[in-house]
């Protein structure tokens, strides 16, 4: 599992040190979503909004798996928005690394 990705859950959602595969965090992560559903449904939302989850496009999956767990769902959503960030900063961080330091502001 990517080590950004791994302290960001364990950071936000409690991940326990231990989990280290990304199948373990997607169902860590889908049992803390499904208990926000139940208990605490802003909170999610807030989390989800905070992420930059994409609501038309987690609508849409949540639509088109009607039978499938809501939190395994979200939790692979979240995963993969999360993932997406980390690139971009690599990308970018690796782009300005490119430039000279009198060049960097």
Known sequence: MNPELQHYLQQN???PIAINEMKDA???LAEKINALIKDDFNLLIQILYRIDVNEARLKQV??????EDAGKIIAALLIERQLQKI????QF???NDNFSDEEKW
């Open 62 to 67: 949540l639509k088109d798996n009607p039978n």
């Open 87 to 90: 690139n971009t900063r690599e």
């Open 93 to 95: 961080k690796r782009k």
């Open 26 to 28: 997607e169902n860590f």
């Open 13 to 15: 959602f409690q991940l």
